[in-house]
């Protein structure tokens, strides 16, 4: 299969099973999203796994960000639960006077994408997931983020459910989006 094909067959998968890839395997697959370009090779970027309870530490990060309380609280705290891997990707600029922060931004994104790709093509199912309280300051406490960094997201990781969503992928017309400077 080309890069082309995988790309355009790879879906967000909202619902995973309990499986996830092992720690080992998941080295393997940040090895192979980490040779995104990366301007100077600065590696603005960092990963981190979050497993089994961790993953309420988010939530309750996450519920205490939005306000809520009692069950609605609750509620915004077990969706950390929907997958039995989270991984979350963290913006970690270098000092540049050649590579912008809005660059290695771009990079970390990058990094993130790749590795969904990498996922989905190794059988995972995966969901980015972002939201409003990525960079509220209890939510990037919970991460442990330094000085400087910013949380952009999570990928959902799970094992691909037998009903995963088979309905083809819209592609664009690309003709919208592609142009000419005259």
Known sequence: MSVADAATRRRSTSKVTAEAPSHDELLEFVQAAATVADHSELHPWRLLEIRGDDRLVVGRALAEASGAEGHAADKLTEKALRAPLM????LSPVESRKVPEWEQESVASGVAHLLSLVL????????????LWTRSPGVQAAHGLRDGEKLLGWLYVGGRRDDREA??????????FL???S
């Open 120 to 131: 989905d093509d190794a059988g995972w199912g995966v969901m980015w997931r972002t939201g």
């Open 179 to 181: 142009s000419t400077l």
């Open 167 to 176: 309905k083809p992928r819209t592609l664009v017309d690309p003709s919208r």
């Open 87 to 90: 991984i979350a990707i963290v």
